[in-house]
């Protein structure tokens, strides 16, 4: 996958992830209260991961060819991380 597009698919996953966070934030008053704690806890530390990711994002458009491979890592791995939280939040309303 060339550049362009692997940054272009990553920008509209981020966007998509973002969108779905905010939407569970908006429901997480309509949990029961021991539910709710957990799910602030989950929200707070998927704060830190969302600015991680859109570091990580930012520094993926700005490499250099030579630093291309290692950016792109990086930014994975913190796609992953950040999906995992998502994941665990997201069980809690089922």
Not at 48 to 60: H, I
């Amino acid at each position: 996958m060339d550049k362009e597009k692997y940054r272009k698919e990553a920008k509209d996953s981020i966007d998509k992830l973002f969108a779905q966070i905010e939407e569970l934030e908006s429901k997480k008053d309509r949990v029961k209260d021991e539910a709710r704690k957990e799910i602030e806890e989950i929200l707070d530390n998927l704060k830190v991961k969302k600015a991680q990711l859109e570091t990580k994002y930012e520094e993926l458009v700005d490499s250099s060819e030579d630093k291309w491979e290692e950016a792109k890592e990086a930014f994975s791995s913190a796609a992953d991380s950040f999906k995992e939280g998502f994941g665990k939040i997201a069980s809690l309303f089922k």
